[in-house]
């Protein structure tokens, strides 16, 4: 039914956020930053899609870089298919660090479907709150 839903040339094998073995709760309460990346890096590695439920996910953010100033949220890898269904809300966590981001990207990412990024930027109380969002900086052949 999905592949109905999303025009690829080739098939995928989807894998459920909510059903893998990294516990997502998707609450709009628990932090689910940590799981999420983990199942995008599997699933991705594995050559399947990820579908996201309509839920709310609070994601916290990782320092993926040494320099403290550069702060990622959830890294979309590289090769990735996503599928969101309507109603999924990616919600950066209150009081996020300065030069937060709730998704980046890599590159020959697909994504199909509806999702509402919420940077929460009016809740960063110190520092830059301008990068509270989505990050795409030389991405090549992303397809939303």
Known sequence: QLAQKVPL???????????????????G???????????LNE????????????????LSTGRYRGDSTEWWGLKIPENSTL?????????????????????????????FGHLTIDGSADTITNGNEHMAGVFMYGCKNIYI
């Open 43 to 58: 699933a991705t590695s594995q050559g399947l899609g990820v579908y996201i439920p309509a839920r709310t996910y609070i």
């Open 9 to 27: 040339k080739n098939k995928i094998d989807w894998v459920n956020l909510l059903h893998s073995s990294y516990n997502v709760k998707g609450d």
């Open 83 to 111: 599928y969101i269904e309507k109603g999924a809300v990616f919600k950066l966590v209150d009081d996020a660090p300065p030069w937060s981001r709730v998704v980046t990207f890599e590159n020959n990412i697909s994504i």
């Open 29 to 39: 309460v628990t932090d689910d930053a940590v799981n999420i990346q983990a199942v």
